[in-house]
């Protein structure tokens, strides 16, 4: 059992929370690897998934969590849904709610969305991204995808490079890892940096070439183009030149030291393809570990029934 009643964001999990997490999601990611890719583990739940902002990895994601743990659930997207006539998000959720479901999964441009999804049911909330704020399922995503590399969390060394400002990668990431016994160092450009490093209790610098060659995993944000507000950065390939994962900064860092995107790439920006490409690079099996965890958070917050895996 979780501490939480809803997933929100990382900062109010637990070490055990995180840890029940990623240990379920072995178990989950076993089923997702064999031929028939189902366990009757929510049969009879039903989820809702409310997407008021576009998403492709993470809605797909959850949708296939949802079918994988049998569960029944109902797609609502911003223009199909009643809040376009005027209704208010709350008496939207009411609604719903009123009808018995079991959990709301809820991506959103604005901040805050899914706390207030949650003020206003019953059922339990995932947040699945809202604004510059959090997106609690991606941190542990990738999580789980940095201890299967290193067999641990504690004691890592992790470099979050990037569009910091916008991030709510960022947002639930740091936290989870400092939960986790990771230390986090933020690298970015003056204009992407956040005001109070010491919130993620991080060093924070402007020189990723400082950085390379002391750390466990160099996690690079997408740049956030359509959140800028004026022109934060000179050029894609300036920005490239001073910020971007290429191929001779890649050498430079440990041998065994991994690579992160959350997706999706800005390919020559951030990250050069030859190194998006390269072995060291974990991007696609974050995209596979996604489900997993998705399945273990939906799991552990719906209290599914004790053989759920085991079938
Ligand atoms: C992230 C998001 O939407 O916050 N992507 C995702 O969940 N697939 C990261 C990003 O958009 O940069």
């Not at 979780?2 to 997490?21: F, K």
């Not at 989950?28 to 990895?57: Q, W, Y």
């Not at 990037?162 to 986090?184: C, F, K, W, Y």
Request: aromatic content about 4%.
């Amino acid at each position: 059992m979780l501490s939480v009643h809803d997933l929100l964001d990382t900062t109010h999990l637990t070490a055990d929370d995180i840890t029940q997490i990623l240990d379920t999601a072995r178990g989950f990611a076993e089923v997702n690897s064999r031929a028939i890719k189902k366990v009757p583990a929510l049969r009879g739940r039903t989820i809702v998934n409310l997407f008021l902002e576009p998403s492709t990895r993470t809605r797909s994601s959850f949708e296939l969590a949802e079918k994988r743990l049998s569960a029944d659930s109902l797609n609502m997207g911003g223009s199909t849904s009643s809040v376009v006539k005027g209704e208010s998000l709350a008496d939207t959720i009411q609604t719903i709610s009123a009808m018995n479901v079991d959990m709301f999964v809820v991506r959103a441009r604005l901040a805050g969305t899914p706390a207030l999804v949650a003020r206003n049911t019953d059922a339990r909330v995932i947040n699945a991204g809202d604004g510059k704020h959090q997106h609690p399922t991606q941190a542990l995503l990738d999580l789980y995808t940095i201890r299967e590399n290193f067999g641990h969390l504690d004691g890592l060394k992790v470099a979050i490079v990037g569009d910091l400002l916008h991030s709510r990668v960022l947002g639930s990431l740091a936290p989870a890892l400092n939960t986790m016994g990771a230390e986090v160092v933020l690298v970015g450009p003056p204009t992407f940096q956040v005001s109070d490093p010491s919130y993620f209790h991080a060093e924070q610098t402007d020189d990723i070439d400082s950085v390379l060659s002391e750390v466990d995993v160099m996690y690079m944000l997408r740049v956030q183009l359509e959140r800028m507000e004026g022109a934060a950065i000179p050029s894609s390939r300036e920005y490239n030149r001073l910020y971007g994962l290429n191929e001779r900064r890649a050498a430079r860092m440990r041998p065994d030291a991994i690579v992160c995107h959350p997706g999706p790439m800005n390919r020559g920006m951030e990250i050069m393809p030859e190194v998006a490409d390269a072995p060291r690079a974990k991007i696609l099996d974050q995209v596979n570990a996604g489900v997993a965890v998705r399945m273990a958070a939906m799991y552990l917050l719906l209290g599914g029934a004790d053989d759920g895996i085991s079938d």
